[in-house]
C-alpha cells in the first residue's frame, strides 16, 4: 500500500480490518480527529520554530512562521 493508504490503514484499524460501508457517524468521527491531529501537528511545529533560536536565521523563522501560520489558517478555517 501506498502512502497514500494512510486513511484506508487507519479505517481497517477502527474496524477490525473488515469493511464494506461505513457509517456515516464513524466516517465523520474519523475525519474529525485527523482534522484535530493536523492542527495540533501545525501548532507545535510553530512553537517548536519559536523556541528554537539556534537553527534559523529572523527572516527565515519568518517566513517559515507565516508558511505554518498559512496552514494553520486553512485549517481552522473549515471549522467555522
Same mark, same amino acid.
Given at each position: 500500500?501506498?502512502?497514500?493508504?494512510?486513511? #484506508?490503514?487507519?479505517?481497517?484499524?477502527?474496524?477490525?480490518?473488515? +469493511?464494506? &460501508?461505513?457509517?456515516?457517524? *464513524?466516517?465523520?468521527?474519523? @475525519?474529525?480527529?485527523?482534522?484535530?491531529?493536523?492542527?495540533?501537528?501545525?501548532?507545535? #511545529?510553530?512553537?517548536?520554530?519559536?523556541?528554537?533560536?539556534?537553527? +534559523?536565521? &529572523?527572516?527565515?523563522?519568518? *517566513?517559515?512562521?507565516?508558511? @505554518?501560520?498559512?496552514?494553520?489558517?486553512?485549517?481552522?478555517?473549515?471549522?467555522?
Amino acid at each position: 500500500m501506498s502512502e497514500a493508504g494512510w486513511a #484506508e490503514r487507519k479505517v481497517e484499524r477502527k474496524l477490525g480490518g473488515q +469493511y464494506i &460501508s461505513l457509517s456515516p457517524k *464513524l466516517t465523520a468521527e474519523l @475525519l474529525l480527529a485527523e482534522h484535530r491531529r493536523a492542527v495540533r501537528v501545525v501548532k507545535q #511545529e510553530i512553537e517548536a520554530v519559536k523556541n528554537d533560536q539556534r537553527t +534559523y536565521r &529572523s527572516e527565515e523563522r519568518c *517566513l517559515i512562521l507565516g508558511s @505554518l501560520e498559512t496552514v494553520l489558517k486553512a485549517l481552522q478555517r473549515g471549522r467555522e
